[in-house]
């Protein structure tokens, strides 16, 4: 079975940016993730740091009422624990409870969500607005299995395949990590997501994919998912690389703040030079350092992304995401 696959894209991320975006909010931003990401390790709360992260993309979010939420399922879930009951027992019914109609969720299980393909829509990764949906894809879907699952004391964490977000699980039976998918509530092995997605060998060398996510790695993964599309709708380059300097000291493998990182010097290009000089024989002598850095830094990065396998999606394989996209869509509103 070919699972569920949702572009994680950065790019051009669609968000209603506040009324008042001010320098200092942004810098309070980013003093909070810097804050955040100097937890110490097995103590962090990840559903609160992943609603901290949203009220910095979306200051209309409610992070307390947002948590109280967080609790509420995880202790709907509880409820329906037997006696004794082990992980993976307590594993399955999280499983059902969010996934399966039944008076544990007012018949009103979670979904996913089709208006978006290529998840674009930045509001939709973040925690308030999927309870208020119930509705998601494979950003916040993982996100919100994650941090319920953490409220209920089970072996979870997070990792990344390309484009995509997984669940690991610690099966105590089988000893080793079992990946969950929070899109479909199946199980895979790693060579599932492999073959599915043609990871490539140097991704697999370089351990850049499919590993168990440390704590730490988790909340930077939140900040790659939400924070650094909010900046860039803004056009915040400077944002961006205080940002993603941070995320990389957590994670240095997360091949998608490389590239939004490249991605970041090329706007300042644009914002600084281009917008200026049409034609780079424009560029006055003082400038051409600076220029060239910027041009520099913006193919480093994303070579350095390749090295780690990542590599970025032509028309073939949106195209091909596409018509599969399409074609659980159809099925899905064929079971309706």
């Known amino acids: 079975m070919l699972i569920v696959l949702l572009l994680l894209v950065v790019a051009g991320a669609a968000i209603a940016s506040p009324s008042a975006t001010t320098s200092d909010a942004s810098d309070a931003s980013i003093a909070a993730l810097e804050q955040l990401l100097s937890q110490p390790e097995g103590q962090i709360d990840l559903a609160r740091a992943k609603v901290t992260i949203d009220h910095m993309v979306d200051p209309k979010v409610d992070v307390e009422a947002t948590l109280r939420q967080v609790d509420q399922w995880a202790a709907k879930t509880r409820a329906r624990f037997p006696a004794g009951a082990s992980n993976k027992v307590k594993m399955h019914l999280l499983i059902s409870t969010l996934y399966e109609p039944g008076p544990w969720n007012d018949h009103r299980p979670f979904g996913y969500d089709y208006t978006d393909p290529f998840g674009q829509d930045v509001k939709k990764s973040l925690l308030s607005h999927y309870f208020a949906t119930r509705n998601g894809q494979c950003v916040i879907m993982p996100i919100a299995f994650l941090v319920i699952g953490q409220r209920l004391g089970l072996p979870l964490t997070i990792t990344t395949a390309p484009y995509h977000l997984v669940v690991k699980y610690g099966d105590e039976e089988q000893g080793q990590w079992t990946n969950f998918e929070a899109t479909s509530g199946l199980f895979h092995p790693d060579s599932g997501y492999e073959q599915a997605m043609s990871i490539p060998l140097e991704a697999t060398r370089n351990d850049t994919f499919l590993r168990p996510f440390s704590q730490r790695e988790t909340v930077a993964l939140f900040a790659t998912a939400s924070l650094l599309p909010s900046y860039q709708q803004k056009k915040q380059a400077e944002r961006i690389l205080t940002a993603t300097s941070l995320i990389l000291k957590a994670n240095p493998k ?25 034609k780079a024989d424009q560029i006055p002598q003082a400038l051409r350092a600076e220029y060239a850095e910027y041009s520099r830094q913006n193919l480093a990065w994303y070579e350095r992304a390749e090295a780690l396998g990542w590599r970025q999606w032509g028309q073939t394989e949106k195209q091909r995401y596409l018509r599969h996209f399409n074609s659980m869509k159809a099925q899905s509103q064929g079971g309706s």
Do not use: H, S, W
């Open 254 to 278: 997360d091949v998608t703040a490389m590239v939004v990182r490249g991605d970041a010097y090329y706007l300042l290009i644009e914002q600084q030079f281009k917008a200026k000089y049409p």
